[in-house]
T-cell receptor, first 115, second 112 residues
Framework: DAGITQSPRHKVTETGTPVTLRCHQTENHRYMYWYRQDPGHGLRLIHYSYGVKDTDKGEVSDGYSVSRSKTEDFLLTLESATSSQTSVYFC??????????????FGPGTRLLVL | GENVEQHPSTLSVQEGDSAVIKCTYSDSASNYFPWYKQELGKRPQLIIDIRSNVGEKKDQRIAVTLNKTAKHFSLHITETQPEDSAVYFCAAEGGSNYKLTFGKGTLLTVNP
């Protein structure tokens, strides 16, 4: 599982509150990604990071911000949660073991319910 | 940006039959195509992948084929078993920062 953990694993919150999800990796991979998964939509990229303090937007970034102050941690913040952000959130890392074996591995996911 | 279409959205087969899932992509610069299997309530798990310099790759009962000219790739599962039942996602990687664009998934059900 490439040493990826996510916290919390489940969260219930109310509309309008800020929420921060954490992704932690133990193998010092450079690239990290946040996805959301919704029925009928597959996995959609929210934000990604290509190094400490280097981040960029994905296809569904509105209402989300990210930060990466350390290689091992990538934080996703919902600035003011809305019901449309109820989803399962997956963090992923891109392994960089070399020799053409690079690929993305996913964390266990966080189930977020916004009431 | 990249767009990945995946078909069918649901697939039901009898145990022992073969299953084929097809994906098309739009960006000719894409050069890496992984397939993920996701069981209910679990994370997506990589099952096989193919890079653009290869036309076919096999791993036991699973194979993936790639046609770069037509911009499509397919997952083939032979001798299906009930434990193959899951949602399967294709993806395409291209451009900078190795971003993956996913298809919407195929729910495969293998009936005993």
């Amino acid at each position: 599982d490439a040493g990826i953990t996510q916290s919390p694993r489940h969260k219930v919150t109310e509309t309008g509150t800020p929420v921060t999800l954490r992704c932690h990796q133990t193998e010092n991979h450079r690239y990290m990604y946040w996805y959301r998964q919704d029925p009928g939509h597959g996995l959609r990229l929210i934000h990604y990071s290509y190094g400490v303090k280097d981040t960029d937007k994905g296809e569904v970034s509105d209402g989300y911000s990210v930060s990466r102050s350390k290689t091992e941690d990538f934080l996703l913040t919902l600035e003011s949660a809305t019901s449309s952000q109820t989803s399962v959130y997956f963090c992923a890392i891109r392994s960089d073991y070399g020799l053409g074996q690079e690929t993305q591995y996913f964390g266990p996911g966080t189930r977020l319910l916004v009431l | 940006g990249e767009n990945v279409e995946q078909h069918p959205s649901t697939l039901s087969v009898q145990e022992g039959d073969s299953a084929v899932i097809k994906c098309t992509y739009s960006d000719s610069a894409s050069n890496y195509f992984p397939w993920y299997k996701q069981e209910l309530g679990k994370r997506p798990q990589l099952i096989i992948d193919i890079r653009s310099n290869v036309g076919e790759k096999k791993d036991q009962r699973i194979a993936v084929t790639l046609n770069k000219t037509a911009k499509h790739f397919s997952l083939h599962i032979t001798e299906t078993q009930p434990e193959d039942s899951a949602v399967y996602f294709c993806a395409a990687e291209g451009g900078s920062n190795y971003k993956l664009t996913f298809g919407k998934g195929t729910l495969l059900t293998v009936n005993p």
